[in-house]
């Protein structure tokens, strides 16, 4: 691999910003833990579950610079993105997209159409995200069949938790990027006033086409912007709150002259009422209420397709403390209803659908000893799902998916902790995967379903590791999942017109896909590290590392699974001082030359990142000046999860940032 001369591009922008805080708690050997509130109804400190669960906090996500959660995560071991566009990337999970990692804001689902296809967007911007969290395998069944894979939450603060110390306090950043010529502002405020607490947030986002080794990727351009107000009122140990949530995108498809126009309106409420009545502590009531809407059009405006989704989301819990044997518990219900419709002027991609599903679930913890805990939890639901297929015939179909799981916690020493888990989680055939039926812009494929398909169930089990050696530290996880009825989009190697009508070679324009179902089998590891190499009273350098690596393939030498992330190695170092910090982070990411019919293998890289992060006046607290690079080698890299990485599409090369911000 050809290094080429690192040349730093470096811009200066305004702003006025402000830090958003994860809770944190001082663990074992004085490390400081993030308290996690998405791996169970009980908030507990990320290593007190049976599952990895990682946090990304604030500092980590304004360091990273981008524009989606997947590429604020792109360090997470286990974690990759769709990298289908600038404007959408969503996160994958061990292997696990779309239908099988549910995307949060603030535990409430994100009620957008990022499932359905590669090319949309999540409406949550990384510029007003406090902290995500990231909780991968079982411990995710409290949010759903559509959790297998794992739960990405955004926590904002949107509906303030807590009431807030001070009167005001708040936080603005402006950054500029050279791949794009891109520019961004964001910032967020909390307040109290009385028994009131308030929450303000808002952002802009400007980014052209993105340069690449191989030039300019056309029609990669991005614009986003969003605003929000919430509030809650307390009175006693309980409280009342509720937001407005609005979110605008306009971006281009880069593997097609298409560009999607969003938009997005959400109401969001979580209320906290203490109840104190015997074993009966809390009863928590979160609920969600989103119109969605997106156009894909073409260069001149015109509109090919109007995509619409109507989303409530409801969840009632009641949180006991010790009954018997058991230390805490929590007893839940959950109704959603989903309306969805994907249209065109000449064929439609989905004729409308309505998705009610109906849920109870329970989590609760044993300490069997001291150092031996077990964490249960079971989830049965009712869905029912109406739509009209290809065959013009109104389908019903409903479903009673049952789902649980099991992990024992081990505290085997002081600094050694050992979890397994156990889970079987169902999960029933998404409304494209039963009725889509016509031709889909973005992504250039006609995709037909199948309403005859069945329930899908993943069986799992994973180990995991937690070490503190001293100084070092070390998390891992090794894990395997056998799909019965794994549903996939099967490339036919076809290709069809707008009106469908499908033939080999060069027929139509959009690749013929059709929904099937087959069993597979996924397994992978992952782990990271750290550890200091040099403590003085001036700083602290400390190294860091990071693997995974994910194989699936389908039952009986059926190959491999479309579209898996790929292996990644990877290393640096950082030093970390009152005034200033850097790092860097060198990753190698592996080739992917087993890959399923009709995709093309993905060359593997070295990706070098590298941040440097100024705190000059000591009398101006908060304010802090970024230096953030990326692909420092301007290496051509290529996203093998991409569906469109097949047709020319590179990620973006070498990317200077500077990011100024400032807390009051």
Same mark, same amino acid.
């Given at each position: 691999?050809?290094?080429?001369?690192?040349?730093?591009?470096?811009?200066?922008?305004?702003?006025?910003?402000?830090?958003?805080?994860?809770?944190?708690?001082?663990?074992?050997?004085?490390?400081?833990?993030?308290?996690?509130?998405?791996?169970?109804?009980?908030?507990?400190?990320?290593?007190?579950?049976?599952?990895?669960?990682?946090?990304?906090?604030?500092?980590?996500?304004?360091?990273?610079?981008?524009?989606?959660?997947?590429?604020?995560?792109?360090?997470?071991?286990?974690?990759?993105?769709?990298?289908?566009?600038?404007?959408?990337?969503?996160?994958?999970?061990?292997?696990?997209?779309?239908?099988?990692?549910?995307?949060?804001?603030?535990?409430?689902?994100?009620?957008?159409?990022?499932?359905?296809?590669?090319?949309?967007?999540?409406?949550?911007?990384?510029?007003?995200?406090?902290?995500?969290?990231?909780?991968?395998?079982?411990?995710?069944?409290?949010?759903?069949?559509?959790?297998?894979?794992?739960?990405?939450?955004?926590?904002?603060?949107?509906?303030?938790?807590?009431?807030?110390?001070?009167?005001?306090?708040?936080?603005?950043?402006?950054?500029?990027?050279?791949?794009?010529?891109?520019?961004?502002?964001?910032?967020?405020?909390?307040?109290?006033?009385?028994?009131?607490?308030?929450?303000?947030?808002?952002?802009?986002?400007?980014?052209?086409?993105?340069?690449?080794?191989?030039?300019?990727?056309?029609?990669?351009?991005?614009?986003?912007?969003?605003?929000?107000?919430?509030?809650?009122?307390?009175?006693?140990?309980?409280?009342?709150?509720?937001?407005?949530?609005?979110?605008?995108?306009?971006?281009?498809?880069?593997?097609?002259?298409?560009?999607?126009?969003?938009?997005?309106?959400?109401?969001?409420?979580?209320?906290?009422?203490?109840?104190?009545?015997?074993?009966?502590?809390?009863?928590?009531?979160?609920?969600?209420?989103?119109?969605?809407?997106?156009?894909?059009?073409?260069?001149?405006?015109?509109?090919?397709?109007?995509?619409?989704?109507?989303?409530?989301?409801?969840?009632?819990?009641?949180?006991?403390?010790?009954? *018997?044997?058991? %230390?805490? +518990?929590?007893?839940? &219900?959950?109704? @959603?209803?989903?309306?969805?419709?994907?249209? #065109?002027? =000449?064929?439609?991609?989905?004729?409308?659908?309505?998705?009610?599903?109906?849920?109870?679930?329970?989590?609760?913890?044993?300490?069997?000893?001291?150092?031996?805990?077990?964490?249960?939890?079971?989830?049965?639901?009712?869905?029912?799902?109406?739509?009209?297929?290809?065959?013009?015939?109104?389908?019903?179909?409903?479903?009673?998916?049952?789902?649980?799981?099991?992990?024992?916690?081990?505290?085997?020493?002081?600094?050694?902790?050992? *979890?397994?888990? %156990?889970? +079987?989680?169902?999960? &029933?055939?998404? @409304?494209?995967?039963?009725?889509?039926?016509? #031709?889909? =812009?973005?992504?250039?494929?006609?995709?037909?379903?199948?309403?005859?398909?069945?329930?899908?169930?993943?069986?799992?089990?994973?180990?995991?590791?937690?070490?503190?050696?001293?100084?070092?530290?070390?998390?891992?996880?090794?894990?395997?999942?056998?799909?019965?009825?794994?549903?996939?989009?099967?490339?036919?190697?076809?290709?069809?017109?707008?009106?469908?009508?499908?033939?080999?070679?060069?027929?139509?324009?959009?690749?013929?896909?059709?929904?099937?179902?087959?069993?597979?089998?996924?397994?992978?590891?992952?782990?990271?590290?750290?550890?200091?190499?040099?403590?003085?009273?001036?700083?602290?350098?400390?190294?860091?590392?990071?693997?995974?690596?994910?194989?699936?393939?389908?039952?009986?030498?059926?190959?491999?699974?479309?579209?898996?992330?790929?292996?990644?190695?990877?290393?640096?170092?950082?030093?970390?001082?009152?005034?200033?910090?850097?790092?860097?982070?060198?990753?190698?990411?592996?080739?992917?030359?087993?890959?399923?019919?009709?995709?093309?293998?993905?060359?593997?890289?070295?990706?070098?990142?590298?941040?440097?992060?100024?705190?000059?006046?000591?009398?101006?607290?908060?304010?802090?000046?970024?230096?953030?690079?990326?692909?420092?080698?301007?290496?051509?890299?290529?996203?093998?999860?991409?569906?469109?990485?097949?047709?020319?599409?590179?990620?973006?090369?070498?990317?200077?940032?500077?990011?100024?911000?400032?807390?009051?």
């Amino acid at each position: 691999m050809t290094y080429r001369t690192l040349l730093l591009h470096t811009a200066a922008f305004a702003c006025a910003a402000l830090p958003a805080f994860a809770q944190t708690t001082v663990g074992p050997n004085g490390r400081v833990e993030s308290v996690v509130v998405t791996a169970s109804p009980i908030a507990e400190n990320a290593d007190q579950f049976s599952t990895i669960v990682d946090v990304v906090d604030r500092d980590e996500i304004l360091q990273q610079g981008g524009s989606n959660l997947a590429d604020a995560l792109k360090d997470v071991p286990g974690v990759a993105g769709t990298g289908f566009a600038a404007g959408a990337s969503r996160p994958v999970i061990r292997g696990m997209d779309a239908t099988r990692v549910k995307v949060l804001e603030d535990g409430i689902s994100s009620s957008d159409v990022s499932d359905i296809g590669p090319d949309h967007g999540v409406p949550i911007d990384p510029m007003i995200t406090q902290k995500i969290e990231v909780v991968r395998g079982a411990a995710a069944l409290r949010y759903g069949s559509e959790a297998i894979g794992g739960v990405v939450n955004a926590i904002n603060n949107r509906v303030p938790l807590t009431l807030p110390g001070q009167p005001i306090s708040a936080e603005g950043n402006a950054s500029y990027d050279s791949v794009s010529e891109g520019s961004q502002v964001g910032a967020m405020a909390d307040g109290s006033a009385g028994n009131f607490a308030f929450h303000a947030d808002g952002f802009i986002r400007r980014a052209s086409d993105y340069d690449t080794p191989l030039g300019t990727q056309e029609n990669s351009y991005s614009h986003t912007d969003g605003l929000s107000g919430g509030g809650s009122y307390f009175f006693g140990d309980s409280r009342v709150g509720a937001a407005a949530v609005l979110y605008n995108a306009n971006y281009g498809i880069p593997s097609d002259t298409t560009h999607i126009v969003m938009q997005q309106t959400k109401l969001m409420t979580d209320d906290s009422f203490a109840i104190g009545l015997g074993p009966l502590k809390t009863i928590n009531v979160q609920g969600g209420y989103a119109w969605y809407r997106h156009t894909e059009n073409e260069p001149d405006n015109s509109v090919d397709s109007t995509f619409k989704n109507k989303e409530a989301d409801g969840r009632v819990e009641a949180l006991f403390d010790a009954m *018997g044997p058991f %230390a805490n +518990t929590a007893l839940g &219900v959950q109704i @959603q209803n989903r309306e969805y419709s994907a249209l #065109g002027d =000449d064929s439609a991609y989905l004729f409308p659908t309505i998705t009610q599903t109906q849920a109870g679930y329970i989590f609760t913890e044993v300490p069997f000893t001291p150092k031996l805990k077990l964490q249960a939890s079971g989830r049965a639901e009712l869905v029912h799902i109406t739509g009209t297929p290809a065959s013009d015939a109104y389908t019903s179909r409903n479903f009673a998916p049952l789902s649980g799981s099991a992990g024992l916690l081990w505290d085997a020493t002081d600094n050694l902790k050992l *979890g397994l888990t %156990a889970s +079987t989680t169902a999960r &029933v055939p998404f @409304q494209t995967e039963l009725f889509a039926r016509g #031709g889909h =812009d973005g992504p250039d494929t006609f995709e037909t379903g199948d309403p005859t398909l069945r329930m899908e169930r993943a069986n799992s089990l994973e180990g995991t590791l937690r070490a503190n050696l001293g100084t070092v530290h070390f998390e891992g996880s090794l894990w395997g999942t056998h799909f019965n009825h794994y549903i996939y989009g099967n490339l036919t190697g076809r290709t069809c017109t707008d009106d469908g009508d499908c033939g080999p070679g060069d027929f139509g324009d959009l690749r013929e896909l059709n929904y099937a179902q087959r069993n597979a089998n996924f397994w992978g590891m992952e782990g990271k590290a750290d550890a200091p190499v040099l403590t003085r009273e001036s700083g602290t350098l400390n190294a860091n590392m990071l693997a995974d690596y994910v194989q699936a393939t389908f039952s009986n030498g059926g190959g491999a699974v479309p579209r898996i992330q790929p292996w990644r190695v990877g290393g640096g170092l950082t030093w970390n001082s009152k005034m200033f910090d850097a790092g860097f982070l060198v990753l190698g990411v592996g080739a992917r030359n087993s890959v399923a019919a009709f995709e093309l293998p993905t060359e593997g890289y070295i990706d070098l990142d590298a941040h440097a992060a100024l705190r000059p006046f000591p009398d101006l607290a908060g304010f802090e000046i970024d230096l953030v690079a990326h692909n420092l080698t301007d290496e051509i890299e290529r996203d093998a999860v991409a569906f469109n990485k097949d047709e020319g599409v590179v990620m973006p090369g070498r990317d200077i940032r500077i990011v100024l911000r400032q807390a009051l």
